[in-house]
Every structure is written in structure tokens, then in C-alpha cells.
């Protein structure tokens, strides 16, 4: 049984709801505190942290019963996803008198897209212009209102660019919103197109004793895919410090407790939109393991359990990180790495997935440097070569 | 099973011999290649790898049979102490096909301090002067010809000031001869007390692909036991080179392949004797954790893989670390952290041993700065009240 007092005991267990590579990550930062690890995977199929603890369950995600049982053995829970609703994290919660930090509570304020454009628009943090679609009218007035294409997208549980669809007109919009589950029920919002220079990302640790603002780091996108990170963003300075200002603000307007991501676009008259957030570790902060003093993950495992936080200052004055998405379908394995192990201050980490996929994010790597062009750019060159 | 050809795959095995806090941090390091982590403990009690996997052995270091079973769930294994004989691990290796390293053939140079001041001399390097005790008139011979006191020490299986005993007269050293098994046949070595100035260490990682001397640092003694470590050593740079260029001859003289420390007196005149050495991550290099941009246990892990090895280089012109021994006998749980934790590039790491014990290992914490003194201080301030 998990010690519920002084998290800093070898009998306390930090339990993590999802198995994926966040959990890996942000579990190896819980290790170094020399605390135990619970795992609770919603699937069958080996999971990437289950090979790194004793403590494995296997459940559903839809049922508080198999979160209640879970719960009981850990001293805190914790997410790397958002497919729990926010209702069965409060019963979990309550029942099983075991904390879930972040917690229901802010997790009900943006567990779809519907609530969260509501709770950070009424924050006065400006989202990205959207409706929600309930009639074949209001998506040819979205289009006439804000230009076509837009985007239609499922409220609940998209990610890397599934669940959403790009559509040119009503006809496809039509069929958009039937493929994407409007028909049964399914709450679709559609959301403009934005007219982008950048897309920005911060990460925001927070919990009782303070708060520790990630830089401003740029995503680079390719067919809604994360394929790099550049950090700090190449922008103007007060850009990179409004964004800050923005997510911030965005974590305090929740209540945060943990680790925040959030996504902006950045318009060519250097606006601000707050395009989605995520309530735990995120892709674009995998560059702070050796880009900053305290990573993303170990201000993760800090924030639920109520140490203070670590900084999140750059190590150096620029940081590049390059997703290693799967290139065969296979059983995983990585080749041709020696040039990015090679390499002064590059940095790489594998994920420990069975099963390669073709564009599935298996690793990642990590450079460090002083020009952020030239470092991305050298990055990109040594791992163009790596097969996994 | 495990994979045995290409380490970079999820389903390798890297198996460490020994499951305390060394296999603790290098499986940290293992894990972020993706890979997974056998155990083979000769302890009932829980050890601290044990909590970060599934595939946990128990067995006797002693039985070649034993570590055969569990060397055929492993693609390497790899060793965290210097507790089985080079004859055990080469039958193991020979039977299971699963290479081990450091190899056996290296560790039987250096597996008891007989052999291993022999292998050194041997090459040229200096070492403190020592002699094979057989009978009551080396003792006095020794004590004779390098002055009183002086040491004797069990020739197999002492660290941290255990199975050493200092010896002030030849009542005392025939005391100590019995009490460390001298009359049970176990090798008894005297050794001089060395006059020095500071005691330094250096690390080396080595394989097939190269190798990455480590900064040399000095350790801070207290009653045998290393309380904390300053790197680089605050002495002549001259002498660091020194001592970096015999750590390196030492491990190309017992071809090693892995990750391995070294431990010199520096004497007022300039001069460097070995002490140790150990094939192994070691006490002194826990600060290249944060303080390296690769760390002595990554290193050890890409060694034994066979990949290229990381840059041994300083990330701050100052790094310190200091032992956080146990301050009481209870069940282990770390208090009163919240300084060390708040303070800019501090880094705490703690074991997850179940039981503190006075004096005991169960933790450590890095402060990175710009001056070495100012920084040591400080680390010792920010860490003076924590209760463990």
C-alpha cells in the first residue's frame, strides 16, 4: 500500500492514467525521487511504461470502478491523456480519497473543445473564431462568415490531426460532419482557417507553492503532424513574452495543478489565438529534457506532488528537436543512429513502442546550440538517416 | 525473449548484476533508449531497481547456474558491483552467449586489490605502496619501512571504509588481520598511508566505438565514506591532465569496455598514485548527471550497447554534489527538501531504499554554478537540514 503522506518515501506511488510515451518520460523523472510508478492502460497491447514498473493494471477508461480499484493503490494520479471524462475523474477521486492532479475540477473546464474555447474566451484569451454545428445552415454560415475551407472538428479526443477534417465546401462539410460522429450526437464545432506566420507553444508548470513558464518554443507543422521544435520561437521578443503572458494567464483562469501545453497561432499582424491546450506533458516540451535546467516531465512529477518547481531557463541559446516518427511498419528498432549519438550535446530518446508504424511518433532528438537555424537544420541532417 | 542483434529495440534486454542505487540511475539511462531491464539481486529485501521493472531475478552471486537463467533473458548484461568472481561471470557468459560487460576477462585484471595494484603497476602506473601480508613479520617489515600506522584491507569485496582497518602497532594489525579474515586464507594486503593534499577521481567510458574521459573532480572524505565531490578538482590544471591521462591508460590496459572510475592521492609534491579503481559507475561521477552533457550512467549504458559514446564535458564552469547519507533508522522518507528543490540548477536524486540507516546512501544532490567554492558551500547549506 502506497505511503499517502510525504510523497518523497519509497512506499509512495505515483499513478499515471495512460501508458504512452509521457507516462515513460514523465515516469523516469518520478524514478529519480525514488518513488514507485502505477501504470493503469486502457488496452491490451503492451504500453511503453508497463516495461518500466511492477505495478501494471489494465482497465477501461470509461469505468470509475476500474479507476476506484487503481486509485487505491497509488498515492496520486495523475493524466497523459484526455480521454477520461472529467466526471469519472471526480468519482475515482472522491471514492477512492486518492488526489488527481491536474485535477477534475480544471479538467471540466476544457475537456472538449466546445468548453475550452468557452472557459479561455471568457478569460479574455483570444481562440481561434468557432461555432458549434447543430444544422446544415450554420456550417454555410461559418463558411460565408469566415471563409472556406475551414475546419470541422469532433469535440472529444483528436489528436496529430485524427478526428479533425479540412472541408472546401458544403457538401464536404456534409460529410464531414456525419464521418466525425455529428449524426450520433457527437458535439462538432467548426473553427476558421487562421492566416498563421507561426504556430507557438508554451508549457506551464504550476501548483501551490508557484509557477515556472516554459520559453516560447515554435512548433513546425507538416500535414498537422509536430515533425520539429525550435526553442526559443524565432519571433519578436514580446511576442515570445505575450504568449508567456497568455498561457499563464490560461493556467490560472483553470486553476492548474501540474503540467500545461498550449498552442497558439501567431497572425501576420502579430495576434495571438490560443489553438488547443493539454493538461499534461506535451510534444512540443520534449526539447526541455536537456534544452532547460528542469524539464517539462520533472516539473510534471513536481507540480502533482507538491515540491516546489525547478526552472525552466534554456541551457543554451538554442534548442531544436526533431520528432522520429515510425518510417517501416515493423517491430520497432532504431538504425542508422551512430552520427545523432555522436554528436556534441545531441540528445535522443526512444519510446520503447513494440510496433513501428509509418508516421508514428516512436523517438525523438534533441540538439543543443547557439544559432537556432543552424542547430535545427543540423538536427534535421543527422537523423534524416535514422530508420525505426 | 530478448532481441540480440540490434540493441535499439523494444524488445532488448540490458541485464544488470546487482540492483541497488548504481543500476538504479544507469536503468534511468537505459529506458530512454527505449529498451527493457532484467535485475539479478542476491537479496531477499527490495532493492531499488526492483520497483522500476517487471523482470526481477534473485539468485546467488555465487551460483554460475543461477545467473546463466537469468542471463538468457538478457541481450548484455553488465555489472554494479564487484561481488562475483571473474571465474562465475565467465562460465555465465560462455553458457548463456550473452556477452558481458566490463568483460570477464577485464575484471579478472582488477577483481581483488592484489590483482588490481599488480595489473596497474604492472603498466606503469604509480600506486600506493602495498604488500601481501603472510605472516607477523611482513606486518612488521611493513610498518618498518612505511611507517605507522598504516592500513590493512580485505583484498575482495570492501567499499566505503568497510574491510578497511588502520593499525597503529603490531597488536592492532594482528587484530585486524584476523577480524578481516586473514586466517581464514582471505588475501590481506597493508597498504602506506599517503600523505596528500586531495583526493581526485576520474571516470572513463570506453568501447569499440571510442572513449570519453571525464573532468577530473576531487572527493571529500569523512570517516572513509565520500560526502561530497567538486569538479573540476580545485588544483593545478596540469595535474587534472595528469590524472585524466592515467585513468585513460589504465582502462586500454584491461581493455575495458564499459563505464569505469578511478581514484588517485595527489601528494604534496605533485605526484599521483592510484588508490581504486572500479568497474563501474562510481559515487564520485554522480554529478555528472546533471553536470555533464552525458552522464557517467548514460555512458555506461551506450558503452555496453556498443554505441557511440556522448560528451564527458562540463555543462557549468562549477559543479558540486554532495552525499545525502541517512540521518536516522526508519522507514526512508526524505524531509525538509524545499530549499534544495527551489534553488536554480539544484538537482536532488534519491534511491528508493526502503530503510534509512545512519550513515547510509540513500540520496544526492547536484548544484551547478560558476565558482567551485561559493558553489560547494552552497550545495552543503541548501542540503544540511534535509532529514532522510
Same mark, same amino acid.
Not at 511504461?49 to 505495478?55: A, C, D, G, L
Not at 469535440?155 to 489528436?159: A, E, L
Not at 526539447?287 to 524539464?295: F, H, R
Not at 515510425?326 to 517491430?331: L, S
Given at each position: 500500500m502506497t505511503n499517502k503522506k510525504n510523497p518523497l518515501s519509497a512506499n509512495y506511488r505515483l499513478g499515471f492514467l495512460g501508458a504512452g510515451q509521457l507516462a515513460r518520460m514523465s515516469g523516469l523523472q518520478a524514478f529519480r525521487y525514488g518513488i514507485q510508478l502505477g501504470v493503469f492502460s486502457d488496452r491490451d497491447e503492451h504500453e511503453p511504461?508497463?516495461?518500466? *514498473?511492477?505495478?501494471s493494471h489494465t482497465g477501461s477508461f470509461e469505468s470509475a470502478e476500474d479507476l476506484i480499484t487503481f486509485a487505491e493503490t497509488c498515492g496520486v494520479l495523475t493524466l497523459e491523456?484526455?480521454?477520461?471524462?472529467s466526471e469519472i475523474l471526480k468519482q475515482a477521486q472522491e471514492k477512492s480519497n486518492t488526489p488527481i492532479y491536474p485535477s477534475p475540477a480544471t479538467f471540466a473546464l476544457i475537456e472538449n473543445k466546445l468548453i475550452e474555447k468557452q472557459t479561455f474566451e471568457d478569460a479574455g484569451i483570444p481562440v481561434t473564431p468557432y461555432t458549434l454545428i447543430q444544422n446544415d445552415r450554420q456550417l454555410t454560415e461559418f463558411g460565408n462568415k469566415h471563409g472556406w475551407p475551414f475546419l470541422l472538428k469532433s469535440?472529444?479526443?483528436?489528436?496529430d490531426g485524427y478526428g479533425n477534417e479540412t472541408v472546401h465546401d458544403l457538401k464536404e462539410a456534409l460529410e464531414a460532419f456525419g464521418s466525425l460522429g455529428g449524426n450520433e450526437g457527437h458535439n462538432i464545432i467548426a473553427e476558421a482557417f487562421v492566416d498563421f506566420t507561426h504556430e507557438l507553444a508554451v508549457q506551464v508548470a504550476r501548483n501551490e507553492t508557484g509557477h515556472e513558464v516554459y520559453p516560447c518554443c515554435e512548433t513546425v507543422q507538416q500535414d498537422h503532424i509536430c515533425v520539429g521544435v525550435k526553442s526559443?520561437?524565432?519571433?519578436e521578443k514580446s511576442i515570445r513574452k505575450k504568449a508567456k503572458e497568455l498561457a499563464l494567464k490560461a493556467t490560472e483562469t483553470i486553476d492548474g495543478k501540474g503540467i500545461f501545453a498550449y498552442e497558439f497561432f501567431l497572425k501576420p499582424d502579430g495576434e495571438l489565438l490560443l489553438n488547443e491546450s493539454a493538461p499534461r506533458p506535451h510534444n512540443s516540451g520534449h526539447? *526541455?529534457?536537456?534544452?532547460?535546467? *528542469?524539464?517539462q516531465f520533472e516539473n510534471h512529477v513536481r507540480a502533482v506532488l507538491g515540491l516546489p518547481l525547478g526552472s525552466a531557463a534554456l541551457r543554451k541559446p538554442a534548442v531544436a528537436m526533431i520528432n522520429l516518427l515510425? *518510417?517501416?511498419?515493423?517491430?520497432a528498432q532504431v538504425e542508422d543512429t551512430e552520427q545523432a549519438l555522436a554528436e556534441n550535446d545531441g540528445h535522443l530518446h526512444i519510446y520503447g513502442k513494440l510496433d513501428s508504424r509509418v508516421?508514428?511518433?516512436m523517438a525523438h532528438y534533441t540538439l543543443l546550440g547557439n544559432d537556432l537555424e543552424e542547430t535545427y537544420g543540423e538536427a534535421e541532417e543527422l537523423t534524416e538517416k535514422i530508420r525505426i
Open positions: 511504461v508497463e516495461s518500466m *514498473t511492477p505495478h491523456n484526455e480521454f477520461i471524462s469535440s472529444k479526443g483528436g489528436y526559443p520561437a524565432p519571433v526539447y *526541455t529534457i536537456e534544452g532547460c535546467v *528542469t524539464s515510425g *518510417t517501416d511498419q515493423r517491430d508516421g508514428r511518433k
